[in-house]
């Protein structure tokens, strides 16, 4: 195991940040990168990869390693020091307000520019040539606040692996993910061992967030010379969602591992006979069919329904209850549907999403994801 240090751009004199990246089996062109916490109040996958890290190391002692896996345990140490009045702040910057799973750099249109009279009918070729250029303008890229500083760093350890996991969490949710529907056919062996309850599809969600900036470069690249060129699909990405905030402990976080494990074992990172694959409890659905059921006015907030429960049409998923006036409000969903996360919060807010149904009928178009 090599580890390494990535000095972040330091806020104010006196205070220093850094980032930790940890380097498994063999250094070669292709490798799995694994992060964590990148919102830094999601920590169900932060105990996931202090296990990986073990169970890496064991894997790398007895030689079983076949490619390089880069973990990346804390993503997000400035999120991880907001904490406000005892409440933990670990999704957006309190500095700028920004999500910090949004606006990493797209640079398709740059890369495109550079690569496009080198590329060549060798698909191989051009996958290392853009990896290069990739690299090269990561490491060009300037970064002006400590957000852009750590996002770029990032995105610099990511950006030339084949393969991208980020752990996150919902409120209280079941195990789900976001993929790419181009990725789906790789990523289902891991739908599997995981036991994903939902799988959310959609090429470009629109927030540039940290998976699609891998995938997109590649896909964009793909419809801009595919027609000339052989351009592969050089990287997927997948966004784990790891249940709910309050689901740290070690059985999940044992079984997460060992299915992570596994899906590497299918896909020929480690050596071995990788299980049985179990029966995918769900199909993929688009992220554009998902429905935020929104309460239109506030009050106290009963929930009737839980997450891994499945809706009919019209189903009452809460009430919002005002105790003054006695007015109580049932929330339902429209479509029919897997219910896989809900708010942690009980007191609803005029317009506040309470809840996501996964249905199957893109009722939805452009941005696509929460807040
Ligand atoms: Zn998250």
Not at 227 to 241: A, D, H, N, W
Not at 296 to 308: D, E, Q
Request: net charge negative.
């Amino acid at each position: 195991m090599h580890h390494s240090t990535h000095d972040l751009l330091s806020p104010v004199p006196g205070v220093a940040r850094q980032l930790h990246s940890f380097h498994f089996g063999p250094r070669g062109a292709s490798k799995v990168y694994i992060q964590a916490s990148l919102h830094a109040d999601e920590l169900p996958g932060m105990l996931v990869a202090w296990h990986l890290k073990q169970r890496l190391a064991e894997l790398e002692q007895q030689g079983l390693l076949r490619r390089e896996v880069t973990l990346v345990p804390v993503a997000n140490p400035v999120g991880l020091e907001q904490v406000l009045l005892d409440a933990p702040l670990g999704r957006f910057e309190l500095q700028s307000g920004e999500n910090f799973n949004r606006n990493f750099v797209d640079l398709s249109d740059s890369i495109g520019d550079q690569v496009e009279q080198h590329l060549t009918q060798d698909a191989e070729h051009n996958l290392t040539l853009i990896r290069e250029y990739l690299r090269r303008d990561l490491d060009l890229h300037p970064a002006v606040t400590p957000l852009q500083s750590q996002r770029l760093t990032l995105q610099r350890l990511a950006c030339d692996a084949d393969m991208v996991l980020d752990l996150h969490c919902d409120f209280e949710a079941v195990e789900h993910l976001y993929t790419t529907p181009e990725a789906w056919p790789q990523v289902e062996p891991l739908a599997r061992y995981l036991g994903a309850q939902a799988s959310l599809l959609a090429t470009d969600s629109g927030g540039q967030s940290f998976d699609e900036c891998f995938s997109l470069v590649w896909w964009q690249l793909q419809q801009r010379f595919g027609k000339r060129f052989p351009i592969p699909l050089g990287c997927f990405s997948v966004t784990l969602e790891l249940r709910g905030q309050a689901d740290v402990s070690h059985d999940l976080a044992r079984r997460d591992c060992q299915a992570i494990l596994d899906f590497l074992t299918h896909a020929g990172v480690i050596a071995g006979q990788a299980p049985e694959l179990p029966d995918l409890p769900r199909a993929a659905t688009p992220l554009a069919a998902v429905e935020p059921v929104v309460a239109p006015l506030g009050g106290l907030l009963v929930f009737h329904a839980k997450p891994g429960q499945y809706l009919e049409a019209g189903q009452l998923i809460a009430e919002v209850i005002d105790p003054l006036s006695d007015r109580v409000s049932a929330l339902r969903n429209t479509q029919a549907g897997l219910l896989y996360a809900r708010s942690v919060r009980r007191m609803a807010t005029a317009g506040m999403v309470i809840a996501h149904v996964a249905g199957e009928h893109a009722c939805r178009s452009g941005y696509l994801l929460a807040n």
